[in-house]
């Protein structure tokens, strides 16, 4: 029954252009676009996934579903895979949003800081700021994550 369970919750999967990097953002839930979105419905937190190498989001979908299932499909969970470690499908279309005016240009975008810089770049262009943040990490994404408590508190 579980996995019926986990069967019926919907992932979308979105190609984002963050940072100049092509960038898959995977959402569990009904919720896409937070920033847009001032309806009283709109969730209060988001559970953000920073994957591990090598840096594919797909890997990630069982336990999004389990976890969306085990907190009541209540909270939006995202995973974004790392700067330019996913290839956008022939068939697919490349969202573009406003990059954050408080970025910095990022240099390297594919080396460690420059990941870092990205996971930055999509928070600030992609999450309210009123919103809390859960962020669950796995490998080298948990020095994302401290990097970004470290750069970046007020998140």
Not at 13 to 31: N, R, S, Y
Request: charged share 20%; net charge neutral; aromatic share 8%.
């Amino acid at each position: 029954m579980d996995s019926e369970i986990k069967e019926e919750i919907p992932v979308h999967e979105e190609f984002i252009l963050c940072c100049g990097a092509e960038t898959q953002v995977l959402k569990c839930g009904p919720w896409t676009d937070l920033i847009n979105d001032q309806s009283a419905t709109r969730p209060k937190l988001l559970i953000f996934l920073i994957t591990g190498n090598p840096g594919f989001c797909a890997f990630y979908i069982p336990f999004m579903k389990a976890l969306f299932s085990a907190t009541n499909r209540r909270f939006p969970i995202w995973v974004i895979s790392h700067a330019g470690h996913a290839m956008v499908p022939k068939d697919k279309k490349i969202l573009t949003t406003p990059e954050d005016p408080n970025a910095q240009e990022v240099k390297d975008v594919y080396g460690l800081s420059g990941q870092v810089e990205h996971k930055l770049a999509f928070l600030r262009t992609h999450v309210p700021k009123d919103m809390k943040l859960v962020v669950i990490s796995h490998s080298i994404g948990c020095y994302i994550s401290l990097q970004i408590l470290k750069l970046a508190p007020e998140l």
